[in-house]
């Protein structure tokens, strides 16, 4: 399995711009998350899915936006991206989200936005 | 603010020695806990959790601790080597509220010197 697979791995926008951040997951789980980490921070929860066709904001959902139409893909759109998005984005995912049910990580997006 | 936080940002050690990493976390409903690993520009990588009815739990060269009588969880990381050297998170989760969310805190960054 190849796990969970991010593109690009790195990427600039200028202020404005938009980009859709990839996420695949082989492993047939249910629930997949999108979190971004600043310099020197933990990750912060931008959205979340528990099943194809069933999203929900997180911590910090303004500026993004989700689908999930498979339960392999979860996309994270970025609609007039602004320099505050620059940041490390994962998405990770899980076969359920109890207690014992580890995330499993992408490797990141990398993202400035200048 | 954030519920999951660290004693020290910054641990530096000497290879072979054990390592020691403290988290402090602030609600008590928090029933699962999770230890990630993240080494530079790759994704947190799950290194060992624990349920809240446990107070220890051990891995290879890794054990946890729990005290929730003062809200404490701590790392430890039996004869350290360079390939340890890496970004350590701890992540609460509170099973009974909203199952999908793991709060995460800032790391503790662990550098090996051989």
């Known amino acids: 399995n190849a796990g969970v697979t991010q593109t690009p791995k790195f990427r600039i926008l200028k202020i404005g711009q938009s980009m859709t951040l990839q996420c695949t997951q082989d492993m047939n789980h249910n629930y997949m998350y999108w979190y971004r980490q600043d310099p020197g921070m933990g990750l912060k929860l931008i959205y979340y899915s528990v099943g194809a066709g069933i999203t929900d904001k997180g911590e910090v959902p303004n500026g993004y936006n989700v689908s999930r139409s498979t339960t392999e893909d979860f996309p994270l759109r970025l609609e007039l991206a602004a320099p505050s998005q620059t940041s490390v984005y994962f998405c990770?995912?899980?076969?359920?989200?109890?207690?014992?049910?580890?995330?499993?990580f992408g490797p990141g997006t990398r993202l400035t936005v200048t | 603010g954030e519920s999951v936080g660290l004693h020290l940002p910054t641990l530096s050690v000497q290879e072979g020695d054990n390592s020691i990493i403290n988290c402090a976390y602030s609600?008590?409903?928090?029933?699962?806990f999770i230890w990630y690993k993240q080494e530079s520009g790759k994704g947190p990588q799950f290194i060992i959790d624990i349920r809240s009815n446990m107070d220890k739990r051990q891995g290879q060269r890794v054990t946890v601790l729990l005290n929730k009588t003062v809200k404490h969880l701590s790392l430890q990381i039996a004869a350290t080597q360079p390939g340890d050297s890496a970004v350590y998170f701890c992540?609460?989760?509170?099973?009974?509220?909203?199952?999908?969310?793991?709060?995460f805190g800032k790391g503790t960054l662990l550098t090996v010197n051989p």
């Open positions: 992540a609460e989760k509170n099973s009974g509220g909203s199952n999908y969310k793991l709060t």
């Open positions: 609600n008590s409903a928090s029933d699962y």
């Open positions: 990770a995912s899980s076969p359920f989200a109890g207690v014992g049910d580890e995330q499993y």
